[in-house]
């Protein structure tokens, strides 16, 4: 990555609102962690901590978004990222 699109990363991750510091930190750890299919194999279970009631609702959600697929009730990840920039 040339030195001016760090910068503009960093500049980006700097002006982020604080409501979306978790999601963007998840995701750039996923973009990482996508590279080397191995570098999450030694982290903790983020699982094992949850709920009975967690783990419950966690599974229905799931359940929910797999049927919103399968039945074409869902959108690309693309359309997603266009939608929200249009609502800016």
Same mark, same amino acid.
């Given at each position: 990555?040339?030195?001016?699109?760090?910068? *503009?990363?960093? %500049?980006?991750?700097?002006?982020? !609102?604080? @409501?979306?510091? $978790?999601?963007?930190?998840? =995701?750039?750890? =996923?973009?990482?962690? %996508?590279? *080397? !299919? =191995?570098? +999450?194999?030694?982290?903790? *279970? !983020?699982?094992?901590?949850? @709920? *009975?009631?967690?783990? +419950? /609702?966690?599974?229905? @959600?799931? $359940?929910?978004?797999?049927? &919103?697929?399968?039945?074409?009730?869902?959108? @690309?990840? &693309?359309?997603?990222? /266009?939608?929200?920039?249009?609502?800016?």
């Amino acid at each position: 990555m040339s030195n001016a699109a760090r910068k *503009d990363l960093h %500049a980006l991750v700097d002006a982020l !609102p604080a @409501s979306e510091e $978790q999601a963007a930190r998840r =995701y750039l750890e =996923y973009l990482r962690d %996508a590279s *080397d !299919p =191995y570098a +999450s194999l030694d982290r903790v *279970d !983020p699982f094992v901590d949850m @709920s *009975d009631d967690e783990r +419950s /609702r966690l599974h229905a @959600s799931l $359940q929910r978004a797999e049927e &919103e697929i399968a039945s074409g009730d869902s959108i @690309s990840a &693309e359309d997603f990222v /266009r939608e929200l920039r249009a609502a800016r």
